[in-house]
Structure formats: C-alpha cells, structure tokens
T-cell receptor, first 109, second 112 residues
Framework: QKEVEQNSGPLSVPEGAIASLNCTYS??????FFWYRQYSGKSPELIMF????GDKEDGRFTAQLNKASQYVSLLIRDSQPSDSATYLC?????????FGTGTSLTVIP | NAGVTQTPKFQVLKTGQSMTLQCAQD?????MYWYRQDPGMGLRLIYY???????DKGEVPNGYNVSRLNKREFSLRLESAAPSQTSVYFC???????????FGDGTRLSIL
C-alpha cells in the first residue's frame, strides 16, 4: 500500500505570513511530486510539481523535495485570504498517482 | 479552451440503476484517469488508461467498468449502483512522461 501522509489541519496563518505545508510518502520509487489546491466544491488545480531534490520556486510558492527523507513541502509566502483552500499532495509512481487527504489552510485577514 | 470535460455535473440514482459518466479531453493527452473523492479519504484511483486501447485497475475498481473509446474519451460505468458509490467523481488526463494531471470539474453522484 503506497501511502501519502499530510497533516489534515486546519492550519491558520495571518495574512502576509508564510504558510508551510508538509507531506511524506512511503514509496522510495516515487518519481514526481505535485501540489494541488482545491477550493470547496471545486476540482483540484495544479500549483506546481517537482521531481529533483532541492527547491523549486514559482512566484509566491516554493516546493521543497528531500528524497532521502521521503518528504516534500510547500511554502506559501505573503499568504492571502484567497489562498484559503485545501492543499493536496500527490506522488507519481509509474503511471499511477497517490494523493494525501489534504491540509486545510485558512488565511486570516 | 475546454481542457477536461465531464458530464453530467450532477446525478441522482436509485440503488440498482446503471449509468455512465463521460469524460473527454482536448489536450491530446495519452493518459486518462478516474478518481472518486470522499470526505476524509482523499482522491482514490478507480481505473486509469495509460494509452488508447489500454485500461488498468486502480485502488478501488470494484463495482465499476471503464471504456477508453478513443484518445479523447474515457467513460466510467456503474452497472448496479449502490449507496456506497455516492461520491464526487473526477476525471483527469496527463500528457508526457513527467507531466501533471489536469482535472475536470467533477460529477456529483448520489445514490439513494
């Protein structure tokens, strides 16, 4: 059973702060790692993905991958109320994707 | 710029009825997927198709069948619906070897 674990939250941060979301995975053969944002009642939308160890930045978002620790994280800088959503971590192994249950983030104005 | 289109968006069925959920993508993607999403369970893979003409079981295939009709279309069929299949169903597609999945808007299915 391939597992992807996330803290369910809720995580609350004040507007303008950094939000840190974490994810661990069990399969060392996993190849790519994805962060999706899902608003209530909507479909998941891709934020960014990473497949090499280290950091990858895209605007206010930074994904960090540590394959030795089987750990991937997402940092959101200058958090905005519009960032309030559930964040899903997904891991690709071959043709299959495995999702965590998501972390609920609330950004307080 | 449609992306992944799912129909219908909402459906209510009675136990034992059958129905087919439709999914079409216009991004020329090879791989397509069906997921269900339940509260507290995250997204769980039902079936996927790595390329036209192939289908494979995911984590929760029981009670479902799929058809990869052509490169664009991937349908999910419930032959005899059960209340346990009440869920939100998402179709997704993916192009290339390392690319992400792109999701449709979902089908909200209730089985009474």
């Amino acid at each position: 059973q391939k597992e992807v674990e996330q803290n369910s939250g809720p995580l609350s941060v004040p507007e303008g702060a950094i939000a840190s979301l974490n994810c661990t995975y069990s399969d060392r053969g996993s190849q790519s790692f994805f962060w999706y944002r899902q608003y209530s009642g909507k479909s998941p939308e891709l934020i960014m993905f990473i497949y090499s160890n280290g950091d990858k930045e895209d605007g206010r978002f930074t994904a960090q991958l540590n394959k030795a620790s089987q750990y991937v994280s997402l940092l959101i800088r200058d958090s905005q109320p519009s960032d309030s959503a559930t964040y899903l971590c997904a891991v690709r192994t071959g043709n299959q994707f495995y999702f965590g249950t998501g972390t609920s983030l609330t950004v307080i104005p | 710029n449609a992306g992944v289109t799912q129909t219908p968006k909402f459906q209510v069925l009675k136990t034992g009825q059958s129905m087919t959920l439709q999914c079409a993508q216009d991004m020329n993607h090879n791989s397509m997927y069906w997921y269900r999403q339940d509260p507290g369970m995250g997204l769980r893979l039902i079936y996927y198709s790595a390329s036209e003409g192939t289908t494979d079981k995911g984590e929760v295939p029981n009670g479902y069948n799929v058809s990869r009709l052509n490169k664009r279309e991937f349908s999910l069929r419930l032959e005899s619906a059960a209340p346990s299949q009440t869920s939100v169903y998402f179709c997704a597609s993916r192009g290339g070897q390392v690319g992400p999945q792109h999701f449709g808007d979902g089908t909200r299915l209730s089985i009474l």
